[in-house]
């Protein structure tokens, strides 16, 4: 597999910021091409051998606003087992319906438009109900939980401009902490 040739912005790329606009059917080719390339950007950041030989760092999500385009769109990779992947392509997201119950990773989200250690916790939903369109423009409901709940937060929230750090209180970083579930 050749590694795709796209740009992921850094956290200091005023463009992250933005509120990405709604997506117009049909997607162009170029659209499609971008999906594919941040969809095997992901896949192999997560094979260990195409991770050391390219020096990537892991990540199982991507913003089309991470690479510059302010369009709401956003694609997860979740490794099921061992180098087996399934896809999420979710484009023109709402979050129609939330768990009560909130969770946050114990070790700390990460981002791959922020290079650097984070601490703190992110509470997020344990449980979602998303409602998208694919890539024909159908629209579909799709409801997760737990790491992948958190996931498409984590996108939902870059395609409104918000970054993950932006949920942590610097001050006291792991607030609340016995209010949640560490995952």
């Known amino acids: 597999m050749k590694l795709p040739n796209i740009k992921i912005l850094d956290e200091t ?3 992250l910021r933005e509120i990405s606009k709604e997506v117009v059917f049909p997607l162009s080719n170029e659209d499609k091409k971008n999906i594919d ?4 950007y992901l896949t192999m950041s997560q094979i260990p051998a195409y991770e050391k030989k390219y020096n990537l760092r892991a990540g199982m999500g991507l913003a089309y606003i991470q690479i510059g385009i302010p369009k709401r769109i956003f694609v997860i990779v979740e490794e099921l087992e061992d180098e087996t ?8 997201p709402k979050i129609i319906s939330h768990s009560e119950e909130k969770i946050y990773v114990g070790e700390g989200e990460g981002c791959l438009s ?9 509470p997020r939903y344990a449980r979602i109900t998303v409602e998208a369109k694919d ?4 629209t579909f409901k799709i409801r997760v939980r737990e790491d992948i709940a958190i996931a498409f ?3 939902i929230d870059h395609l409104n401009g918000i970054l993950f750090i932006d949920h942590i209180d610097p001050k006291n970083p792991y607030k609340d902490a016995h209010k949640y579930r560490e995952l």
């Open 85 to 92: 992947f399934k896809n999420y392509i979710i484009i023109n």
């Open 37 to 40: 390339d941040m969809i095997n």
């Open 153 to 155: 937060q984590h996108e």
């Open 135 to 138: 890539l024909d423009g159908n």
């Open 13 to 15: 790329d005023h463009r």
């Open 114 to 122: 922020i290079n650097r250690e984070i601490e703190g916790i992110v």
